[in-house]
């Protein structure tokens, strides 16, 4: 999902990160590293690479996220944020997160809230 002018990034597994931070938010589908790929159904959306799935997040036409999973060995690299920034743009806004919400979850909603805030 790369198109003319992306950045060109390294082959790492911070290379959403290094996107997230040179692009913003706004610029994700632009700045999706190119092993990656976006699956879409409605109300599911997934981040996979060619051996497994490494995000993906569950939304109701409501504006309620129902759950979002980032894989342990992904986390922290953007791919909450990504998924969310595709939910919003799918449901125009989000209008609250379903409990249970885990620490880490906690975290994500609170970047989230903050990122609202500021735009």
Partial sequence: MSGPGSPKLPARKDALQI???TNGLKDWRESMP?????????????????NTT?????????GEIEYVFVSASHRRMGYGKWLLAFAEEHLVTIKG?????????????????RRRRTE
């Fill in 54 to 62: 490494i995000a993906y997040c569950r939304y109701d036409e409501s």
């Fill in 97 to 113: 997160f379903q409990p249970p919400i885990s620490p880490l979850g906690e975290k994500l909603v609170g970047s989230y809230k």
């Fill in 34 to 50: 190119a092993q990656l790929r976006v699956n879409h159904t409605p109300g599911i959306v997934t981040i996979t690479d060619a």
């Fill in 19 to 21: 996107a997230m931070n």
